[in-house]
Structures are given as C-alpha cells and as structure tokens.
C-alpha cells in the first residue's frame, strides 16, 4: 500500500519496502557547496590582502572565514542526498520541530541521518508513524 504526503516543494511517498522522497535537497545542497566555496574565496582574499598590507587583524578573519565555510562545506558532502531509502536501512523516524519548521529526520542503520524538511501537515505524518510504523514494521 502506498502512503502519500505533500511537502512545500515535493512528496514523500511510503511503500511496502522503501520511502521515496521528492524535494529539492539537491539543488539545496548544490547552493549551499555554491556559497562555501565563495565564503572560501572571501577567506583567501583576506589572507592575500594581509600579506599586502601586513595587517594581522585581516589574516585572522580571513583564516576564520576560510575555516567556517570549509566546515560547512565537510558537512554538506558528507550529507546523503538518497531520494529512495530502503525500509530495512531505516533505524529510526522521528519527526521534530526547531524554530517553527517541522522536519523528519531519518536514522539510517550505517549512521547517517536523512533529514526532509518542509513538512506541509506533521500531524498526519505523525498519525500515520503511530498507527503503521509501529504496528508493522517496528521501525520507531
């Protein structure tokens, strides 16, 4: 049986044996790659203009911007961008909510997370974890 619901931007849709999610993580994730990379051109501009001038206060924040942005960067590549995921790779689902956004965060066997955002109705997501999941696949 198949389960559907809307995202602001996409479906997640629930099967028998795998979730299927249709959102724009991946153009999200490719803006994000996009800014990191232009925070670290920033950072290295700092550092150029420092040796110019010799003013350390500018080495500093450009070291700080450059490391940031790299951070930021390791966390984004390091993110999985699957758009289909296995039922039997699935440890948890939790749906949370941080600063008015609903999310769903899912735990993944191997230790990553999958997080879809922009959740139109969490309260039937909700039902529908408390009355399926739980019962028939004993995944929460």
Known sequence: ??????????????????????????????????????GIFIGAMFVLTFLISGNKILLWIGLFYMVAHILVMLGF???PVQNEIQLREVKSLILKER?????????????????????????????YFDIVLKHKWNIL
């Open 99 to 127: 600063f008015g956004s609903n999310f769903l965060e899912i735990k993944l066997h191997n230790g990553k997370i999958k997080k879809v955002s922009q959740i139109e109705n969490p309260k039937y997501l909700q039902d």
């Open 1 to 38: 049986m198949i389960h559907t619901f809307e995202l602001k931007k996409g479906t997640l849709i629930f099967e028998e044996d795998k979730i299927i999610i249709n959102d724009n993580s991946q153009s999200q994730r490719n803006l994000w790659l996009f800014l990191s990379g232009i």
């Open 77 to 79: 590549l390091l993110e």
